[in-house]
């Protein structure tokens, strides 16, 4: 279990936020709201039951993308909210290489 005190580094925002800072947290937040809210949706999770996924795993990566977006926005927790995305979109590495590049063929496009 991580020290108390790599939890707060984690966990401790920056004082003053910045315009880019700003930019970089909705641009971010956007397509990562979007995904995860399309893995809870009728044709994401029909997605996830028909890949060899299990449909459960869908459901969690939707409730956890939406938490790390509202933690995004609000700043609490994002640096560790920025750790999970980073697992999410390691996890889903393996899934989608095969497939090639093309969003056509389920690549890995959407990740880049």
């Known amino acids: 279990m991580p020290s108390p005190s790599v939890i707060a ?4 925002e920056p004082r003053g936020r910045t315009a880019a800072g700003w ?8 397509p990562v709201a979007y995904h995860g ?6 044709a994401g999770r029909a997605w996830w039951s028909a890949s060899d996924l299990p ?4 459901i969690a990566v939707g409730v956890a993308e939406l938490l790390a977006v509202i933690a995004l926005l609000s700043g ?3 640096r560790l909210a920025a750790v999970g ?9 393996p899934h989608h290489v095969p ?3 093309s969003f ?9």
């Open 9 to 12: 580094r984690l966990s401790d």
């Open 23 to 30: 930019l970089l947290r909705i641009a971010l937040a956007v």
């Open 37 to 42: 809210g399309w893995n809870l949706a009728p």
């Open 55 to 58: 449909a459960a795993l869908g």
């Open 76 to 78: 609490l927790l994002s």
């Open 85 to 93: 995305l980073v697992l999410i979109f390691a996890g889903a590495v």
């Open 99 to 101: 497939m090639g590049f």
């Open 104 to 112: 056509k063929t389920g690549g890995i496009e959407p990740l880049v």
